[in-house]
């Protein structure tokens, strides 16, 4: 990495190049399941942690796979990764709804305070980044995505009410990218999350034009001293407000 790269340029390399890591982790490993999990976990923020280290080394970083240091609520530029998204669908055979995100916060940035994010799809081969916004493009029928594990209990009547289908899916940053590229209108989540499951996605999908926000309309924010980020709406510019006022009544 050099000085030239730009961070959304780093965060895309980064994203890019981790993947490419846990797509032969996939291979080569002998692993499967929790282990593999586990594996892909360490490896890929052992490789983003070094990188960054070297091309950004006085940005302080706050990671899911490391332990979490005070310095960063005094940085002005922090890091905020998700190495393995979705660790448990990377594990089972055949998902592709798995991701890798690198987000960098700063301060006295437009909240969220993203400015530069990349979130990368390793099964699918396909990187998004905030300097390659795009909008999504049109389809038939309004698709709703839920986690697949925890989906929010008003998302049944909010879908109802739009006609909606309901479709659960793995990882935030898999949810995320399918409402950037069209495939569904909107991400709907309430089963708690953290920042680093968000910051990438958000700042992408900000970047491409579209709605992010808490599930109340409230602004999202990051680089907090307690890291906990519990909902999220991610949609069409047109659906937030009408979404927004579904899910409050639904509440």
């Known amino acids: 990495m050099t000085a030239g790269v730009t961070d959304a340029e780093l965060a895309a390399s980064l994203a890019e ?63 905020i990764i998700d190495p393995l998204d979705g660790t448990r669908e990377y594990g089972m055979d055949g998902r592709s709804d798995w991701a890798v995100h690198v987000a960098l916060w700063e301060r006295g940035a437009a909240v969220p305070s993203i400015t530069a994010a990349a979130v990368a799809q390793p099964a699918l081969g396909a990187v998004y980044a905030t300097h390659q916004p795009s909008l999504p493009r049109p389809h038939h029928g309004l698709v709703f995505l839920v986690s697949d594990s ?33 495939d569904a209108d909107a991400y709907l989540h309430a089963g708690g999350q953290w920042e680093w499951d968000s910051a990438a996605p958000v700042g992408v999908v900000v970047a491409a034009g579209l709605h992010a926000s808490r599930i109340d309309g409230a602004p999202l924010t990051y680089n907090e001293p307690h890291p906990y980020l519990p909902d999220l709406l991610i949609c069409r510019v047109d659906l937030a407000q009408p979404l927004l006022k579904a899910i409050a009544a639904a509440l």
């Open 17 to 79: 190049q981790a993947g490419r890591l846990l797509l032969e982790l996939q291979t080569s490993s002998g692993l499967n399941g929790k282990p593999l999990g586990k594996r892909g976990d360490a490896d890929s923020n052992e490789l983003l942690l070094r990188e960054l280290a070297a091309a950004r080394p006085d940005d302080a970083v706050l990671s899911e796979e490391s332990a979490d240091s005070p310095a960063r609520l005094a940085a002005d530029r922090v890091w």
């Open 150 to 182: 925890r989906p929010p209990t008003f998302a049944a009547p909010v879908a109802a009410q739009f006609g909606a289908t309901l479709a659960p899916m793995g990882s935030a940053g898999a949810k995320a990218m399918a409402v950037l590229r069209g």
